[in-house]
């Protein structure tokens, strides 16, 4: 009978595991919102979700032990200073996971993993860029369709 681990592996050795996990936080802390694979943006969540509750409690002692995880003196200011100040109330919850098309090279499942009161909309222009790209294609279709008639 199959049992469910409880834990993603990631292809990784433990202490491979924990670094990535690790340098995966601090950027999240750091930037709010990070993209990488669906398996390593669940596996972040988790850590991120106990090391922001730890973080909550406003300690001395929560300090240290968060930085035994996160070793960016940066990324610990970030955190004590503006992200428990925003989430001071909110009981769990603090990351969302969005998922994305798979990446090009090797279709890995790709997703977005960010802090759930720093959300952004999302930028028109990206939109706009591939509106413009589309547009820029049946354009060069029609001129190289009139030219063609206009050669014959």
Do not use: C, W
């Amino acid at each position: 009978m199959r049992k469910v681990k409880p834990v993603r592996k990631l292809g990784r050795t433990a202490a491979h595991r924990k670094a990535t996990l690790s340098n995966l936080s601090t950027q999240l802390l750091v930037y709010k919102r990070i993209e990488t694979t669906e398996a390593k943006a669940k596996e972040t969540r988790r850590v991120v979700e106990k090391i922001i509750t730890k973080a909550r409690k406003g300690t001395v002692h929560a300090q240290r032990e968060i930085f035994k995880d996160i070793r960016d003196k940066q990324a610990i200011r970030i955190l004590f200073e503006e992200i428990v100040a925003k989430v001071g109330t909110r009981n769990g919850g603090y990351t969302r996971v969005i998922k994305l098309a798979p990446r090009f090279g090797d279709a890995a499942k790709m997703a977005v993993i960010e802090l759930v009161d720093y959300q952004e909309a999302p930028s028109s222009s990206q939109k706009t860029g591939k509106q413009d790209r589309a547009k820029r294609v049946k354009g060069s279709k029609k001129t190289a369709e009139a030219a063609v008639a206009s050669a014959e």
